[in-house]
């Protein structure tokens, strides 16, 4: 565990918003081109600075970064987690936003951490501050589209046997990242079974992963938590990603 980060909020110190973005991180480059996360996720530094957390270590360099946002999960025609996951709580909270709603609920977008500092328990710490964070600005809960980062050695599994897989020796979960946020006091609630999109055409997926998409059905892509699915003749192909959404209670 690294006990010498400093974190503190993007409001509380703007300037290490351009060290943050410069971050190493090992994210699959088709992560990238998820329509909704690259249309917002800058929005979430400009207009949610005070949810957004940055670690920095004793030298002042940038760590780690924790994004979250709110929204009104009880508004009429919600009042459960939605199945698209990632996706839809961010139109959520930048709808919310825009028509005034007030938010009740704070959901987790990203924690991510320098592949320089990967291993000491970072992740755990960033966890806890955002948990720590949503306390402070007077919510009660905090949600987590989770994105279960031992799925991808399992591609074929079914997320809804993986999600409630657990350990023998000691129930927690099978996965690393769902098992930190039960050990932070979270409950694993459902799967989010379409929580990102990217699609693309084949020169595309070319492109982000380098290999052939020259046949139809399920391609399977480092990184991708299930396969791919290639229609090769129309020239494009999808990746539908599930999540597990985890809710912390915090007050």
């Known amino acids: 565990m690294d006990h010498e980060l400093t974190i503190t909020t993007l409001a509380e110190r703007p300037e290490l918003e351009g060290p943050m973005w410069s971050m190493k991180d090992l994210w699959p480059e088709f992560m990238m081109y998820d329509p ?32 979250s946002v709110p929204f009104a999960l009880e508004a009429e025609g919600r009042r459960t987690l939605p199945d698209r996951g990632w996706d839809e709580v961010l139109l959520w909270a930048f709808s919310d936003l825009r028509h005034g709603k007030t938010p009740d609920t704070v959901s987790a977008i990203e924690i991510t951490v320098d592949t320089t500092a990967l291993g000491r328990g970072i992740s755990h710490r960033m966890l806890a501050a955002m948990r720590e964070n949503v306390r402070r600005l007077g919510f009660a809960e905090l949600v987590a589209p989770v994105r279960p980062n031992g799925k991808h050695l399992e591609a074929g599994a ?94």
């Open 36 to 67: 909704i996360g690259w249309s917002h996720m800058g929005r979430i530094v400009r207009e949610f600075p005070e949810y957004v957390l940055v670690a920095t270590d004793p030298a002042g360099a940038v760590v780690a970064r924790g994004f």
């Open 158 to 251: 079914s997320i809804h046997e993986y999600a409630f897989r657990v350990r023998e020796d000691d129930g927690l979960p099978h996965d690393p990242w769902l098992r930190v946020h039960v050990r932070a006091g979270g409950r694993i609630e459902a799967v989010a079974p379409a929580s990102m999109t990217v699609s693309g055409s084949l020169e595309q997926w070319r492109k982000w992963t380098g290999l052939p998409f020259e046949a139809d059905g399920p391609v399977e892509v480092p990184g991708a938590l299930v396969p791919v699915h290639c229609e090769a003749a129309r020239g494009y192909a999808v990746y539908v990603e599930p999540n597990v959404w985890v809710r912390h209670r915090v007050a």
